[in-house]
């Protein structure tokens, strides 16, 4: 006679589980997994000496459900935060992004940063189709230009993103098959100004899963952008995301130990293959290795580009062309 199989108890409480967690083999309950998911995020936080209760922090948020799950913690835990939301112009995608953000913040009476590209000729359709860079470049491009300047002018010394442990691992994998040394050497959950007009940037989800902050988000009824970017078809982050899935359902914990391991061992190794540090662009004065920085180039670009198609208009021939 086959004997039945009982339902796993809660890790903590011994109450029926209802998340499993293959990683860990731990199972928890609604409202257990609720405080292990806020706990690990807080003990990141004062491991890594992210930042502290005094500070402001400027919380990076997408409307997607890592980011606003983030934010979510931190109000929980009782940091004081501020949103910052950059709307990107990609068609509904950016319209549904900007709702669910917008709704949030009102909520739970946040302050929300609001960015609209679109308001200086900048959003990334624009910038990709223009330069003919790709779209996840240009969208990358700008946002970290974004992110910098608006901590820059609010006087916010940190800046916390929601990249999770997937992110993480999937970029390392990405950076060491082409042995990235320089990404390797600023891939931390910390990462320090190298600019006055810089600011610390942090990763608090740094070892939590998609499907942790997933199950958070839905636990905790929060409302986000379940569809992904359209831009992101074929993208390269995805194929790494999708072998270290393979691993992960062969080996749970393989994600954790690949990360968690190269922050222990190698990571440091690659600390004298950072770039010198920044100059100032001559554009708009925030950092960049060069007379202007990337974003300010990407600008410049789209101009030479209009004016191109517009001497074209015209039947005038521009002579810089």
Aim: aromatic content about 10%; overall charge positive; hydrophobic content about 35%.
């Amino acid at each position: 006679m086959t004997q039945a199989i009982r339902p796993p108890k809660c890790k903590r409480c011994r109450a029926k589980a209802q998340v499993y967690l293959r990683q860990h083999n731990s199972a928890f309950c609604r409202g257990c997994f609720i405080f292990y998911f806020q706990r690990q995020a807080e003990r990141a936080i004062a491991h890594e000496h992210m930042f502290g209760r005094d500070e402001v922090v400027l919380v990076a948020v997408s409307g997607g459900k890592d980011s606003l799950a983030l934010w979510d913690v931190l109000i929980e835990s009782g940091y004081q935060t501020v949103g910052m939301h950059l709307e990107l112009g990609i068609a509904e995608y950016s319209l549904s992004s900007t709702r669910k953000t917008v709704a949030f913040a009102e909520a739970r009476g946040q302050k929300l940063i609001r960015v609209d590209l679109g308001a200086e000729n900048a959003d990334v359709p624009t910038l990709a189709g223009l330069t003919r860079r790709p779209a996840c470049a240009a969208c990358g491009t700008a946002k970290r230009h974004h992110f910098d300047r608006v901590a820059d002018e609010g006087g916010y010394a940190v800046l916390a993103t929601g990249h999770n442990l997937d992110d993480e691992a999937a970029r390392l994998l990405g950076n060491v098959m082409r042995w990235q040394q320089g990404y390797l050497a600023k891939q931390q959950p910390v990462l320090q100004p190298t600019h006055e007009r810089f600011v610390r940037k942090v990763k608090p989800f740094y070892r939590l899963s998609e499907y942790e902050t997933a199950v958070y988000a839905f636990l905790r009824g929060i409302d986000y952008v379940v569809e992904e970017c359209p831009n992101s078809a074929g993208a390269s982050q995805l194929v790494y995301k999708d072998v270290l899935n393979r691993l992960e359902a062969a080996m749970p914990g393989t994600k954790l130990t690949f990360f968690q391991e190269f922050l222990r061992t190698a990571q440091p190794l690659f600390q004298n293959a950072e770039a010198s540090p920044p100059g100032t662009c001559q554009r708009c004065a925030m950092p960049a290795f060069g007379d202007r920085c990337s974003y300010c180039t990407l600008l410049v670009e789209v101009d030479r580009r209009r004016q191109q198609a517009e001497s074209r208009g015209s039947g005038t021939t521009n002579p810089d062309v």
